[in-house]
């Protein structure tokens, strides 16, 4: 019965963390070009705020991850796979081009588009067992490609 409820409860973090997200994005393309730093940051707490206890992964490990550093722990490369998969750049076991270029476009600063864009076309073929895995793979490729701008807002 527990378990149930903290299914259901977990469903509906990630449910209302997608909303939001969904929400900035659609705020970007219909309101401004952009949103800033600050509301990407709150956008990226809200999802940490549900896959940070659905992966385990800690905050040591994710402060390390936001600030470039892609540690292996399985936590944390499934904490990225969530991440991905509730902003819908992952997709059907593939990453999702076409949605993490739209992303990029309207919600990404211009200090951090352009970057995350070429990354993107550089990486976006890359392949994995799960979403843990892809998205280790694709984040790390991304930070081969341009590591002087990689990000990832964890």
């Not at 409820?5 to 929400?23: E, F, P």
């Not at 992964?57 to 550093?69: E, W």
């Not at 073929?125 to 984040?139: H, K, R, S």
Request: glycine content about 6%; overall charge positive; hydrophobic content about 40%.
């Amino acid at each position: 019965m527990e378990a149930s409820r903290r299914d259901r409860r977990d469903g509906v973090s990630l449910l209302l963390a997608a909303t939001a997200i969904l929400a900035l994005t659609w705020h970007a393309a219909s309101a401004s070009p952009v949103v800033t730093d600050e509301q990407l940051a709150k956008a990226a707490k809200m999802v940490r705020g549900v896959c940070q206890p659905k992966t385990g992964a800690t905050d040591a490990q994710l402060d390390a991850l936001a600030s470039g550093i892609l540690g292996e722990e399985m936590e944390v490369k499934c904490y990225m796979g969530c991440l991905m998969a509730t902003t819908r750049t992952i997709k059907n076991g593939k990453i999702d081009a076409k949605m993490m270029k739209m992303q990029a476009e309207k919600m990404m600063p211009p200090h951090r588009r352009d970057a995350t864009i070429e990354s993107l076309a550089a990486c976006k073929d890359e392949t994995g067992a799960d979403n843990c895995e892809l998205a280790f793979n694709y984040l790390t490729c991304a930070k081969k490609f341009n590591p002087e701008k990689f990000f990832f807002p964890a």
